[in-house]
C-alpha cells in the first residue's frame, strides 16, 4: 500500500480521567476493546484494539509519588484479529485471546507488574497461574519520566501490542515546573510505531516466515517484523504544525521490531534533556538519535529562525537498497504558526543529579549473561537469555537491595534491546570482543577497550541497546521489593519467543 505522506494533522492523546481521586490517591478504569479508527485519510478505518477504544491509548498522567490504581478491563473479543501461533511456549491450552498490561519502566509491586503468565481473559473468567488481582497498584515512588503501559500476555504480546494495545504514562515532578521547559501546548508525546495494511485498510501482520516450508506450524512466528509504514500517535506520516519556538517531545518508541535513527533534515540538534528512567545529569546536544524499541527520549527542538520552513523528521535507518521502502522519514513540521507569545522557556544546561551506583555501592554479583541463538523444535531461529528457556528454573536472584553488574554478551549478528523490570539501571560500558572466534572455539578476545555509552545513555535507563559482538554492562540496585519479575529483549518477535526470563528478588532474610 503506498500513502500519501504528511496529509494528517499529528494527533494527542487525550487525558485519561480518573473515576475518582481522594487523599489516598487516583483510581482509574481502562477497558481494552476492539474499535476501528482511521489512521490516514485514504485509508479506511482500521480495526484495532486498544486501551478505551483509542490506539495509541489515552496517556495516564501521575504526580510523582501519587497513588494510582488501574483496573484494567479486557473486554475483547474471544478470537484474535492477528494469527496466533500456539506453538510456542505452552500456550496451547490457554484462551487464545488473553491480556496483561506492564507499566513499563515502573517501580511496582509484583503484584502489578504485568508478569506474563498473570494474563486474564474477558470479565477475569479466566486467569493465568501468576494472576493475583484485578486492580494495579502504581506507587509512582520514582524520579518523573515518561513510561508506557502495554500488553504483556504470555506468547501473544507482539500480537497484543501490534493491534493496537500501548499508550504513554507520564510522571510529573514538583521540582520540573521550575525548570521552565516548554509545557502545556508545546510539550507534546511522539509515539512511533511501524504497520503494513490491506488494501482495504486492515492491520497486515505475516502469518508465516518468508521461508516457511511445509514443516512450520500454520501460523508461526516471524523472527522479526517491520512494518513498510511509519505512524506517530496512530496516524500515518503525519504533519504538526508549529510555532517558531521551543517544544518538547516526549519520544517513544512503541514499535515490535524496528529501531530509528532519528534526524532533522534541516541539521538542527535535539536537545536530550531526559531518558527512559528520566532527567539526564546534563542536557545533551543529539544529531542524532538512536532510539531502540521501547526507549523513550525527553528531547526539545527550537523552531525559533525557522518560520516558514517544513522540517522532516527523519529515519537513517530506514531503506537499505530499497527504492520502494519508504521509512526513511517519520513526520514533518510545518513552522507555520504565528508566534502566541514570547518563548520564555528554556533549555537548562544542567538538569538532575546523577548518583553513581557504582561508585556508591559494594558490587554484590556480576553476572555474565549471553544472548545467543540456536534452532526450536521446527528448525526456526530461537533467541535466548543465557541459553536458558522461559520455563528453566529462575537463575538471577539478587537480594532485596543488592547492587549486580549485568555484563550482557551478545553472540548474535544484530543488536537486541534488554528491558529489565522493576528497577532503572546504568550502563557502565561496551566492549567489542571477537565474535567469529568466541563462536568457534569460545574463547573471549576483545577487540578493544571499553566504550563509554553515548552521551544521553548516561542517565536513568531500563531498556539498552546490547550491539552483536560487543559486552554491554549495566549495574542496577535491586530494590524496593521482593518476588518475581522478568527481563526480556524488546523486540517483541523475540521476547514471546522465549527471549525472556524470570528473575527473584530474594528478601536476604527468609
Ligand atoms: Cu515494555 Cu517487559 O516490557
Ligand atoms: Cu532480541
Redesign the pocket.
Known amino acids: 500500500m503506498r500513502l500519501q505522506k504528511f496529509v494528517d494533522r499529528l494527533p494527542t492523546m487525550d487525558k485519561l480521567k480518573p473515576v475518582s481521586r481522594n487523599k489516598d490517591g487516583t483510581y482509574y478504569e481502562v477497558e481494552m476493546r476492539e474499535f476501528h479508527q482511521k489512521l490516514h485519510r485514504d485509508l479506511r478505518p482500521t480495526r484495532l484494539w486498544g486501551y478505551n477504544g483509542e490506539f495509541p491509548g489515552p496517556t495516564i498522567e501521575a504526580e510523582e509519588g501519587e497513588k494510582v490504581q488501574v483496573k484494567w478491563i479486557n473486554n475483547l473479543p474471544d478470537r484474535h484479529l492477528l494469527p496466533v501461533d500456539r506453538s510456542i511456549h505452552d500456550v496451547a491450552h490457554h484462551p487464545e485471546v488473553r491480556t496483561v498490561t506492564h507499566l513499563h519502566g515502573s517501580v511496582t509491586r509484583p503484584d502489578s507488574d504485568g508478569y506474563p503468565e498473570a494474563w486474564f481473559t474477558r470479565g477475569f473468567r479466566q486467569t493465568g497461574p501468576f494472576f493475583e488481582r484485578e486492580i494495579y497498584e502504581y506507587p509512582n515512588r520514582q524520579r518523573p519520566t515518561t513510561l508506557w503501559y502495554h500488553d504483556h500476555a504470555m506468547g501473544i504480546t507482539r500480537l497484543n501490542v501490534y493491534a493496537g494495545l500501548a499508550g504513554m504514562y507520564v510522571i510529573r515532578g514538583k521540582k520540573e515546573k521550575d525548570m521552565n521547559l516548554p509545557s502545556g501546548n508545546y510539550e507534546i508525546p511522539l509515539i512511533i510505531t511501524d504497520r503494513s495494511f490491506e488494501e482495504d485498510g486492515s492491520l497486515s501482520y505475516p502469518r508465516q516466515p518468508d521461508d516457511a516450508g511445509d514443516h512450520l506450524p500454520d501460523p508461526s512466528i516471524v523472527p522479526a517484523f517491520n512494518g513498510d509504514t511509519i505512524l506517530v500517535n496512530g496516524k500515518v506520516w503525519p504533519y504538526q504544525e508549529v510555532e517558531p519556538r521551543k517544544y518538547r517531545f516526549r519520544i517513544l518508541n512503541a514499535s515490535n521490531t524496528r529501531t530509528y535513527r532519528l534526524s532533522l533534515d534541516s541539521g538542527q540538534p535535539f536537545y536530550q534533556i531526559g531518558s527512559d528512567g528520566g532527567f539526564l545529569q546534563k542536557t545533551v546536544k543529539q544529531e542524532v538519535l538512536s532510539i531502540a524499541p521501547s526507549e523513550r527520549m525527553d528531547v526539545i527542538i527550537d523552531f525559533t529562525g525557522y518560520k516558514d520552513s517544513r522540517i522532516i523528521l527523519r529515519n537513517d535507518l530506514g531503506p537499505d537498497a530499497d527504492p520502494e521502502d519508504e521509512t526513511d522519514e517519520v513526520l514533518e513540521w510545518r513552522v507555520s504558526l504565528p508566534l502566541s507569545g514570547k518563548d520564555t522557556s528554556r533549555i537548562p544546561a544542567y538538569l538532575s543529579t546523577i548518583p553513581s551506583l557504582k561508585d556508591q555501592n559494594n558490587i554484590k554479583t556480576i553476572r555474565n549473561l549471553s544472548?545467543s541463538g540456536e534452532e526450536d523444535k521446527f528448525g526456526r531461529p530461537l533467541?535466548l537469555l543465557d541459553g536458558r528457556k522461559w520455563e528453566d528454573p529462575i537463575t538471577e536472584k539478587p537480594g532485596l537491595g543488592d547492587t549486580e553488574i549485568w555484563a550482557i554478551r551478545n553472540l548474535?549478528n544484530?543488536p537486541?534491546?534488554?528491558h529489565i523490570h522493576l528497577i532503572q539501571f546504568q550502563v557502565l560500558d561496551r566492549q567489542p570482543f571477537d565474535l567469529d572466534r568466541y563462536n568457534e572455539d569460545g574463547t573471549l578476545q576483545f577487540t578493544g577497550p571499553p566504550v563509554p555509552p553515548q552521551p544521553n545513555e548516561r542517565g536513568w535507563k531500563d531498556t539498552i541497546a546490547a550491539p552483536s559482538g560487543q559486552i554491554t554492562r549495566v549495574i542496577a540496585k535491586f530494590e524496593p521489593f521482593t518476588g518475581d519479575y522478568v527481563w526480556h529483549?524488546?523486540?517483541l518477535?523475540?521476547?514471546d519467543h522465549d527471549?525472556m526470563r524470570p528473575f527473584r528478588v530474594r528478601n536476604p532474610k527468609e
Request: hydrophobic share 45%; glycine share 0%; proline share 7%.
Open positions: 544472548l533467541l548474535t544484530f537486541h534491546p534488554i529483549c524488546h523486540i518477535e523475540h521476547e527471549m
